[in-house]
């Protein structure tokens, strides 16, 4: 009998010690006060409104009651901060707090002097809170609002842009690239801010995918507190120049795969077009037979090609092993396919409104 309560004891102590934790975790969530700090303003600033259940300060001239405040209400931050009292009236009052760094956690309580505390409440933020107990506000974390590669060239460099200023020691240790490449890290020399950063590699591969990730522990300078998450940003090196899908341009808005004379076929590569000056797309392309009034284009990537084209008659689309992409490279053979036209679509139209129906005056109905 012993045994069995032994055993049975372990469980239940598992889950008295599993409800104390979630209940000391609910707890402090409570003691939580909800502020918006405003990091654009010189110094940064923020406010919490308070407010008592009975009157407790005396009406009068602005700096009467400013001193009024200041001998019946004391508000204690730690880490200290910077703050005025701001009397609204009898009741109600304004705590600007000034230069809370981010990626922080602020506690403070608020304690009253010279005053009747027998059922006296206190709102902060319209959340009823005891006098002498600690309560926590948050500042935000740092992230990275943007992030970008203008190409796919070797050692193209890469911008971040975070919401707060860091630390280019910092952001080295958390920083990393795989698959592992030499990089530099420099402040953006447009942005004295030193929010925005420049990430320089210098011994990127050609045809190879990369990872950028900043670990969630990164803070901004004079931040404690890291990221939500860690951050990723992936991007690659071009690759050799080839073709990657051929359509026509009506299966861009239709499922339908087959070729129509009347929409133009679609030539997409992997990497953006370049035509050499002087010369035309047009020359790079041949059709044969030649379908007649043939019309070539070049939009980035992709080749349009229309003509003439006749119903369930097949055609061979040539385009030039010399075409050439923006990084000088071309393709490693011509492309050379056969393309079958469907039936033009057979469409009936008419004016639309309302038809009448017209009889001759002596015609019976």
Do not use: W
């Not at 303003?41 to 009467?64: C, G, H, R, V, W």
């Not at 990089?183 to 320089?200: A, F, G, P, Q, R």
């Amino acid at each position: 009998m012993k045994t069995i309560m032994h055993k049975a004891i372990i469980p239940v102590a598992i889950i008295v010690a599993i409800c104390c934790g979630i209940t000391t975790a609910y707890v402090l969530d409570t003691n939580e006060i909800k502020l918006t700090i405003d990091y654009e303003s010189n110094p940064p600033y923020t406010e919490m409104a308070l407010q008592f259940s009975k009157d407790i300060f005396i009406i009068s001239d602005i700096d009467s009651m400013k001193k009024d405040i200041a001998q019946k209400l004391a508000v204690t931050f730690d880490p200290a901060l910077d703050y005025v009292i701001k009397p609204l009236d009898s009741r109600n009052c304004i705590v600007e707090i000034y230069n809370p760094k981010p990626a922080h956690e602020y506690h403070f309580a608020i304690s009253v002097n010279n005053v009747d505390a027998q059922s006296l409440h206190l709102t902060a933020n319209n959340k009823e809170i005891e006098f002498g107990k600690t309560y926590f506000f948050k500042t935000p974390v740092l992230q990275i609002t943007h992030c970008y590669r203008d190409n796919k060239i070797i050692n193209s460099p890469i911008t971040l842009r975070f919401n707060f200023p860091v630390s280019l020691d910092v952001l080295k240790q958390k920083m990393s690239i795989k698959p592992d490449i030499q990089y530099k890290l420099e402040y953006d020399s447009s942005d004295t801010s030193h929010k925005t950063i420049v990430v320089k590699p210098a011994n990127e591969k050609k045809a190879q995918k990369y990872s950028l990730t900043i670990d969630k522990s990164m803070v901004p300078a004079h931040g404690v507190i890291g990221m939500d998450s860690s951050y990723v940003f992936k991007y690659e090196t071009y690759f050799p120049f080839e073709l990657t899908d051929i359509q026509s341009s009506y299966s861009r808005y239709s499922d339908d795969s087959s070729y129509y004379p009347d929409y133009p076929v679609e030539f997409t590569f992997n990497n953006e077009i370049a035509v050499p000056q002087g010369k035309s797309i047009g020359e790079f392309v041949s059709v044969s037979p030649d379908p007649g009034g043939l019309q070539v284009h070049v939009y980035g990537s992709t080749i349009s090609v229309s003509g003439n084209f006749i119903g369930k008659e097949t055609y061979t689309v040539t385009i030039a092993q010399t075409l050439q992409d923006i990084y000088g490279q071309t393709l490693k053979d011509p492309v050379v396919t056969e393309i079958e036209f469907e039936h033009a679509f057979s469409y009936f139209s008419c004016p639309t409104g309302y038809m009448e129906e017209l009889h001759h005056p002596r015609q019976k109905k």
